[in-house]
């Protein structure tokens, strides 16, 4: 089992430019979550999926959209990057209740 | 806002010592949880504590919550080099029908060979 994947690993963006990050679980975990976490700080939840087809907004949505595209995949976009989004992205799959299981994370620069 | 404070943000051990690293917390939690960061990785579960469990362990891991001081402790035992990372303890609450986490900023742990 792969666990929860994430691509890309890094990524440089122009500000204004958008891109989508990928998340996928293998775990058939229901809920899926995506957070940013910044040097020194601990993670920040920017929107979850508590199941297939239900998205809700965690605590630093402005800026973000997000999809469910099925029980596997989560993906995050940036419709127009900003500097205050350079951060690193993870991405989180449980059970609930349980233990959330991250991927490895995506490294984005906004420039 | 954060829910979980560790305490201290940053602690040096050498081989073989202990290290304990505390959380408090603000509200009331359904469990609490402690994970591991490497340097440029991502989080790894280490254990779950609910809120009616006092204490627990796994391996070198011991973790204790006290909810009247709504407090929790994880100590490491006998420490090793390889045990050199960020430690993050969690709230879990539901909220908006699911378990949400909100993480506390970290403890940095160096153990020195």
């Known amino acids: 089992n792969a666990g929860v994947t994430q691509t890309p690993k890094f990524q440089v963006l122009k500000t204004g430019q958008s891109m989508t990050l990928q998340c996928a679980q293998d775990?058939?975990?229901?809920?899926m979550y995506w957070y940013r976490q910044d040097p020194g700080m601990g993670l920040r939840l920017i929107y979850y999926s508590a199941s297939e087809g239900t998205t809700d907004k965690g605590e630093v949505p402005n800026g973000y959209n997000v999809s469910r595209l099925n029980k596997r995949e989560f993906s995050l976009r940036l419709e127009s990057a900003a500097p205050s989004q350079t951060s690193v992205y993870f991405c989180a799959s449980s059970e609930a209740g349980g233990a959330e299981y991250f991927g490895p994370g995506t490294r984005l620069t906004v420039t | 806002s954060q829910q979980g404070e560790e305490d201290p943000q940053a602690l040096s051990i050498q081989e073989g010592e202990n290290a304990t690293m505390n959380c408090s917390y603000k509200t009331s939690i359904n469990n609490l949880q402690w994970y591991r960061q490497n340097s440029g990785r991502g989080l790894v579960h280490l254990i779950l504590?609910?809120?009616?469990?006092r204490e627990k362990h796994s391996g070198r891991l011991r973790v204790t919550l006290d909810t009247s001081k709504k407090s929790s402790s994880l100590l490491i035992t006998a420490s090793r080099a390889a045990d050199t990372a960020s430690y993050f303890c969690?709230?879990?609450?539901?909220?908006?029908?699911?378990?949400?986490?909100?993480f506390g900023a970290g403890t940095r742990l160096a153990v020195h060979p």
């Open positions: 969690a709230t879990a609450m539901f909220s908006g029908g699911y378990n949400k986490l909100i």
């Open positions: 504590i609910r809120s009616n469990e």
């Open positions: 775990m058939n975990h229901n809920s």
